[in-house]
């Protein structure tokens, strides 16, 4: 018997639904780029997942002609976080500190934590931000896509039902638990940080930088 590893071993169904999710989530990223009457002819179905992609927030982010400004306004907010935690912990402006295990030993060099360092830590932790942003709005549009839940997730009334309100808030939790993830595992080797100090960078760039935008009605603003 052999086994296929690959895109080749994948379910049919799998892959076209997965194909589906994503031409959905990119026609009305660019559908938006359109005047409304070039919408009138699509399908009941694409009509019904359009509205539900247009109009929420958290579609806005990522428009290609808004990236820029996005990816920018990530930037500075993390990098006024990170540097926040670091100067109240004390972990800026380190000097380069040679320790010696033992007589004869190699030396190690702590690395020195500058304002340098942390912008081009932050500039990896925007990107990041942004990709765990998109792949928060892929899990969006699947949510969309099902059957059982999309008759009760509502874009435009977030919190027109608890289903609703639900689905997007573990949306925005999943998508701040992966950011925390990624500050606890790179920031111990980046910015020289302790497992435990790592863990509260985490937690305050994982909190912070949530995309709280998936919980804001649309109705709010229209």
């Given at each position: 018997?052999r086994?296929e590893?690959?895109?080749?071993s994948?379910?049919?169904?799998e892959l076209?639904?997965?194909?589906?999710m994503?031409?959905?989530?990119?026609?009305?990223?660019f559908m938006?780029?359109?005047e409304k009457?070039?919408?009138?002819?699509?399908?009941?179905k694409s009509?019904t997942v359009?509205y539900?992609?247009?109009f929420?927030?958290?579609v806005?982010?990522f428009?290609?002609a808004?990236?820029?400004?996005?990816?920018v306004?990530n930037f500075?907010i993390?990098?006024?976080?990170i540097w926040?935690y670091?100067?109240k912990?004390?972990?800026?402006?380190n000097p380069?500190?040679y320790?010696f295990?033992a007589?004869?030993?190699?030396?190690t060099?702590?690395?020195q934590?500058?304002?340098?360092?942390v912008?081009?830590?932050?500039?990896?932790?925007?990107l990041?931000g942004?990709?765990?942003?998109?792949?928060?709005?892929?899990?969006?549009?699947?949510l969309l896509?099902t059957?059982r839940?999309a008759k009760?997730?509502d874009?435009?009334f977030v919190w027109s039902n608890?289903?609703?309100?639900?689905?997007?808030i573990?949306?925005t939790?999943l998508?701040?638990?992966?950011?925390y993830?990624?500050?606890?595992?790179v920031?111990?080797?980046?910015?020289?940080l302790?497992?435990?100090?790592?863990r509260?960078?985490?937690?305050?760039v994982?909190?912070l930088t949530a995309?709280?935008?998936?919980l804001i009605?649309?109705?709010?603003?229209?």
């Open positions: 018997m086994i590893i690959g895109a080749n994948q379910n049919p169904q076209a639904l997965k194909n589906i994503i031409g959905y989530f990119l026609e009305a990223f938006t780029l359109f009457d070039k919408c009138d002819n699509a399908s009941p009509k359009l539900n992609l247009i929420p927030i958290w806005f982010p428009i290609p808004r990236i820029p400004i996005v990816f306004v500075v993390d990098a006024a976080v926040l670091l100067k912990h004390k972990k800026l402006n380069k500190i320790c295990r007589f004869g030993s190699e030396k060099i702590q690395p934590i500058d304002n340098r360092m912008l081009r830590y932050s500039f990896r932790a925007a990041f942004y990709f765990a942003d998109f792949l928060g709005g892929m899990l969006m549009v699947g896509e059957a839940l009760y997730i874009t435009y608890f289903v609703s309100g639900l689905m997007h573990l949306v939790l998508v701040g638990f992966l950011i993830k990624h500050h606890r595992r920031g111990k080797k980046r910015l020289n302790s497992a435990d100090e790592a509260s960078l985490g937690l305050a994982g909190i995309p709280w935008f998936f009605p649309t109705a709010w603003l229209y």
